[in-house]
């Protein structure tokens, strides 16, 4: 941005900015520097100078604004580039944030839909009484059985709402109906009129990429995650030969010769097993402060060689709020972590750039289990055993955890974080203890495992954690590999003679 536009748009409310202050702003959107500008202006003061005495005793009033727009910002030596801002949010939260926030999902999905070339496309408002064939972009806000068993969904966009009936006898798109989450945005192509309108079509946003994309460099990335330090079911002796093996100590030749090729380390959050997060936890506990659990954390990962880069967010178990996005881990909790040259705390979820463009979108997954609960055909068919069946439900609506009520989250009236608006190549997952990894529409869907042998609060709700499983993903070729360290003698690839998984 240049900064004489700044300036002018200081001038013209008749303030002067410092260089300080100009170095800031020209990072920030152009909207965002009006907008802040007008809040001073609306504040009536005498200074005509901002400062950043005079900035920061007024910042409550416009932290939201406060958005990094310059991504060199976020790009570390060590090439590793975060492209989400870790948001900060202090002020009090008003019914008028969560309003903003969803207008803001819709116009970014309705961008989605609107490149789809649909005929016919209209806003609800303008829906007339009289019989024709629309395409709205609408949002599910209800749904429910009519007594003939046809389905009634409820629907608004930004000027209206409107009930679309689906009839029972259009099998198909009855069950594809049934399968939609309340607050999914999608295409609904209907005939009928104000007074009804009857679904023939469903069309959600999806996400593919035209081509897989392959790394210049003969590099690994590893994805890990949910190791729950602190935990008494923690599997330290598994993680250490995890460690180990990383580090080129163990290990057949062929083994220790993708070892030493591992670059970047991924850890999909639940980095420890926190205080407090369930009834009588601490029962459970062998380290019971999230600073001493953070202690541990770094005493191992300081025995990973210094060239892994290691990338890692937080989860529900880590120091940090429960609704998403969720901040990086502060220093607060965990001040060595943040000394560490090789590590990199980012939020979660974040889309983070590696080696030569590759985007990776991690997300800890705390929405996996309402997918579950809320999508039969996982419920019934794969209940817990396959993450990646949830990660393709997220890419078809580019969000990631979408039903307001389900999940915790901080509304963000500038952009909802959860929206997936670039398309990654590789999607990170975690939560469910479980690796699993697929491929959808080019998009690599990496579930990890876990270093947590199952727990009473796993065995009631019926997940079944796969411990200490690491898959392993080559940036220039696309071997996938899975490698297993849950066995106390050695070390094991998880599936195939040839050393690589195959995929369904
Ligand atoms: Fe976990």
């Known amino acids: 941005m240049e900064k004489k536009k700044i300036l002018e748009i200081c001038i013209g409310k008749g303030f002067l900015l410092d260089k300080e202050m100009l170095e800031y702003f020209n990072k920030l959107e152009i909207k965002n520097v009006e907008s802040i500008i007008d809040i001073f202006f609306g504040l009536g003061i005498k200074e005509k100078i901002i400062n950043k005495k005079l900035f920061d005793k007024n910042i409550d009033k416009f932290r939201n604004l406060l958005v990094i727009e310059n991504l060199e910002e976020n790009i570390d030596k060590k090439g590793i580039k975060l492209l989400s801002t870790d948001f900060n949010f202090s002020k009090k939260i008003e019914v008028a944030d969560f309003v903003a926030h969803f207008q803001s999902r819709y116009e970014e999905i309705k961008k989605v839909l609107e490149g789809k070339d649909i005929d016919n496309l209209i806003s609800i ?210 001040p060595g972590l943040h000394n560490m040259e090789n590590l990199h705390l980012v939020p979660n979820p974040s889309l983070v750039e590696i080696n030569d463009g590759f985007k990776v979108l991690m997300y800890h997954g705390a929405s996996i289990n309402r997918f579950i609960d809320e999508i039969s055909e996982i419920r019934i068919k794969y209940k817990h055993n396959h993450p990646t069946k949830v990660v393709r439900e997220m890419l078809k609506r580019r969000h990631l955890a979408p039903t307001h009520g389900l999940m915790d989250y901080v509304p963000n009236r500038n952009n909802d974080a959860m929206t997936i608006n670039i398309i990654p190549d590789i999607i990170a997952t975690a939560d469910q203890h479980r690796a699993e990894v697929d491929v959808y529409n080019n998009i690599l869907m990496v579930a990890s495992s876990c270093w947590q042998s199952i727990t009473p609060f796993e065995e009631k709700v019926g997940n079944t954690p796969d411990p200490c499983k690491v898959p392993l993903f080559n940036l220039k070729t696309r071997e996938i590999k899975i490698i297993d360290f849950s066995d106390s003698h050695g070390i094991k690839w998880n599936e195939g003679e040839d050393l690589v998984c195959k995929l369904k």
């Open 125 to 334: 408002r303008r829906i007339g009484i009289n019989n024709g064939i629309y395409s709205i972009i609408a949002t599910v806000i209800e749904k429910r059985i009519t007594k003939n068993k046809n389905l009634l969904i409820e629907v608004e966009d930004l000027t209206g709402n409107s009930i679309i009936l689906i009839n029972k006898e259009n099998t198909k798109l009855f069950n594809e109906a049934k399968e939609m989450m309340l607050d999914d945005i999608v295409i609904f192509r209907v005939t009928g009129s104000s007074d009804m309108l009857f679904a023939n079509e469903i069309i959600y946003p999806d996400a593919f990429l035209a081509e897989e994309k392959y790394g210049k460099l003969d590099e690994y990335v590893a994805f890990s995650g949910d190791l729950h330090i602190g935990s008494k079911m923690f599997l330290e002796d598994n993680f250490l030969k995890f460690i180990n093996w990383l580090n080129g100590n163990i290990g057949d030749a062929r083994q220790k010769a993708i070892a030493c090729k591992i670059k970047y380390l991924f850890l999909t959050g639940d980095n420890i097993d926190g205080v407090g997060i369930y009834q009588d936890q601490e029962k459970l506990l062998n380290i019971k402060s999230c600073k001493g659990q953070y202690n541990k954390l770094e005493e191992l990962l300081k025995k990973i060689r210094k060239n892994v880069q290691i990338i890692m967010c937080p989860g529900q178990h880590d120091s940090v709020w429960v609704g998403e996005q969720q901040k990086s881990i502060p220093s607060k909790w965990a």
